[in-house]
């Protein structure tokens, strides 16, 4: 690991090639390894296009199966718990996979110190989380350009086996998160939803019985939908007051479209009746 930044590797060898392909498809982009000549850059963009996608499908298989294990382990562990509801059954899951997360970058943090002992703990801890969220600074970067073949191949096989396992449980993390953020959202959409048609099915009702005392409201088709409409609220409603209410107001409509004796007439404040037409 080296806080260096500056040039590039002197030569694209294989395992110079496989670090850059890694950086650049997991999208990390440290920067202190890149091509400089035009033909480069234009086969980087489109190594990229299909490297990028195929990286992101692959973690994201991995993440998934990984909280499928995780599930079952714990349910294994604690089944009471991850029966008692979707909820608690998320909770759980997060908790696992943000301890694995901890574990792990302590653990790899302690492997570098290991092997540089420059750096601090807490550098340590910053190279690995800012490499498996693909963040990428390049302040801290790996070079092994000056050391021999086998401890490059090494040092190249340790580090990308670290990045994938990293990475999985990162997204194994950030998918618990984002399944309980989907429950949630449905459950607060849901919520609003409910109140709305309570409201606009409240604002329905007081409209058809202004439509039903309302001058006009014989008219082609209104009739109909505003009955349908009561016979509807009528099969929802198990009050027995407002059943009889809602009841009211259809036999008022029959009894004002059905008969010529009968008339729609509005009365003192917001109740209505129909009154026998005497002329």
Request: with cysteine; charged share 15%.
């Amino acid at each position: 690991v080296s806080t260096q930044s500056t040039g590039a590797a002197n030569a694209w060898d294989l395992i110079s090639t496989l670090y850059f392909s890694i950086t650049s498809t997991t999208t990390i982009g440290y920067g202190h390894h890149s091509p400089r000549t035009s033909a480069g850059q234009l086969f980087c963009i489109a190594f990229s296009l299909g490297g990028i996608p195929l990286h992101m499908v692959t973690l994201g298989t991995i993440g998934r199966h990984l909280n499928t294990v995780i599930n079952r382990f714990l349910v294994w562990s604690i089944g009471g718990l991850m029966k008692s509801g979707a909820a608690k059954k998320d909770i759980a899951t997060f908790l696992f996979t943000c301890t694995l997360l901890i574990l792990f970058t302590i653990f790899s943090a302690g492997s570098v110190r290991l092997v540089i002992p420059d750096i601090s703990y807490i550098e340590a801890i910053y190279f690995i989380y800012v490499t498996i969220s693909t963040i990428g600074f390049g302040d801290f970067v790996i070079r092994f350009e000056q050391e021999s073949h086998l401890n490059r191949v090494l040092i190249l096989a340790l580090w990308a086996l670290a990045l994938y396992v990293g990475m999985s449980i990162l997204s194994a993390t950030v998918m618990s998160i984002s399944s309980r953020a989907k429950q949630n959202y449905k459950i607060l959409f849901n919520l609003s939803s409910n109140l709305w048609n309570t409201k606009v099915r409240g604002e329905r009702y007081k409209r058809a019985k202004k439509k039903l005392v309302s001058p006009g409201f014989e008219e082609t088709g209104l009739i109909m939908v505003d009955k349908n409409f009561l016979i509807e609220q009528l099969d929802l409603q198990t009050d027995p007051g407002k059943r009889a209410e809602i009841q009211m107001w259809i036999d008022k409509y029959d009894a004002c479209t059905n008969s010529s004796d009968y008339s729609c007439s509005e009365e003192s404040g917001s109740e209505y009746t129909s009154t026998p037409d005497h002329t």
